[in-house]
């Protein structure tokens, strides 16, 4: 069976500082994978999607970057927090080609301070 | 384009009440549609989907959706609500586009928060 992992889970850190929250997907190949932010009181905001190795789609543009440097693995990143970037990260993925059904990780919870 | 929209962004019920969450989408390809149930600071978790087929949906902890293509609806419902039905459940489509099928991303609505009162 599919698994989707995601750390670390809770994070926190001072404005300016770098972000990297990875996401790693087992049991399938291939996927769509998927990054959005829930802000207090926002919903889903989705941020990045993959469908491929090194193929990125940003939806927002902000001061946030995503890499897929392997198949089954997606890495949100900052050079540089701000304290706007605070919030719940989750990761999802989907079956290339199936009914775009999305699987969520745990989340990581960040807050910049 | 796809969009969806969920009526109460907040709901009350007391338990063993029917549980009832509205959901209208917009789509101008035939739609597929889900249900997802979010627990505080936990990912989300598929509850039902619709593509094809039966448009009676049953899917985990007894919860169900009927898609009604003349109502653009697609309502979340439970026949008797369990304190553990304590939530955030959010409702959404699938990007298709006509002609060349899906995108693979999903809209979401905003989420209705349900609370159960003992």
């Known amino acids: 069976s599919q698994t989707i992992h995601q750390w670390p889970a809770t994070l926190v850190q001072p404005v300016g500082s770098p972000l990297s929250l990875e996401c790693t997907v087992e049991g399938t190949s291939n996927p769509n994978l998927y990054w959005y932010r829930q802000a207090a009181g926002r919903g889903l905001q989705l941020l990045f999607y993959s469908v491929g190795i090194g193929q990125i789609s940003s939806e927002v543009p902000q001061n946030l970057s995503a890499s897929r440097p392997q198949d089954r693995q997606f890495i949100l990143s900052s050079k540089k927090l701000l304290l706007s970037d605070s919030g719940f990260y989750l990761c999802a993925w989907s079956e290339r080609g199936g009914t775009d059904t999305q699987y969520f990780g745990p989340g990581t919870r960040l807050t910049v301070l | 384009a796809q969009s969806v929209t969920q009526l109460g962004s907040h709901v009350s019920v007391s338990e063993g009440a029917l549980v009832l969450l509205r959901c209208n989408y917009s789509?101008?390809?035939?739609?597929?549609l889900f249900w997802y149930v979010q627990y505080p600071n936990q990912g989300l978790q598929l509850l039902l989907k619709y593509t094809t087929g039966a448009t009676l949906v049953k899917g985990i902890n007894g919860f169900e959706a009927e898609f009604k293509k003349s109502e653009t609806s697609f309502h979340l419902t439970k026949p008797s609500a369990h304190m553990s039905d304590a939530a955030e459940y959010f409702c959404?489509?699938?990007?298709?586009?006509?002609?060349?099928?899906?995108?693979?991303?999903?809209?979401f609505g905003k989420g209705t928060k349900l609370s159960v009162k003992p």
């Open positions: 789509s101008s390809v035939p739609p597929y």
């Open positions: 959404a489509v699938s990007v298709r586009v006509k002609g060349t099928g899906s995108q693979g991303n999903l809209i």
